[in-house]
């Protein structure tokens, strides 16, 4: 069964960086549009960035020009860098391939267990 595993997050200060890793297993990832989701506790779950299987990418306005999705086919891993980040960015991320619209949260498989990150302000 393909899972996805997130790592990279972590506690960091208002206006610093951290770069998320995501290893899907199997070999789904080079022919699937991937996605960065994440949620907040009380918020719902939320795409915040798609890079498609040629490489165009897309981005919630909340991170656009903060964010960078990015995707190594040969390595099987999806990126996230986040720079400038801010308290709100504050959620656990998960990755996942996305097989509804940008308001969907219906994906190809089942969500793994994400990655936390902090915002300090």
């Known amino acids: 069964q393909v899972q996805f595993v997130e790592s990279g997050g972590g506690l960091v200060h208002a206006g610093g960086s951290l770069r998320l890793s995501c290893a899907p297993s199997?070999?789904?990832?080079?022919?699937?549009?991937m996605g960065w989701y994440r949620q907040a506790p009380g918020n719902k779950r939320e795409l915040v960035a798609l890079?498609?299987?040629?490489?165009?990418?897309n981005y919630a306005d909340s991170v656009k020009g903060r964010f960078t999705i990015s995707r190594d086919n040969a390595k099987n891993t999806l990126y996230l860098q986040m720079n400038s980040l801010k308290p709100e960015d504050t959620a656990v991320y998960y990755c996942?391939?996305?097989?509804?619209?940008?308001?969907?949260?219906?994906?190809?498989?089942?969500w793994g267990q994400g990655t936390q990150v902090t915002v300090s302000s």
């Open positions: 890079i498609t299987s040629g490489g165009s990418t």
């Open positions: 996942n391939a996305p097989t509804g619209g940008w308001d969907s949260t219906l994906v190809l498989v089942s």
């Open positions: 199997g070999s789904i990832f080079r022919a699937y549009a």
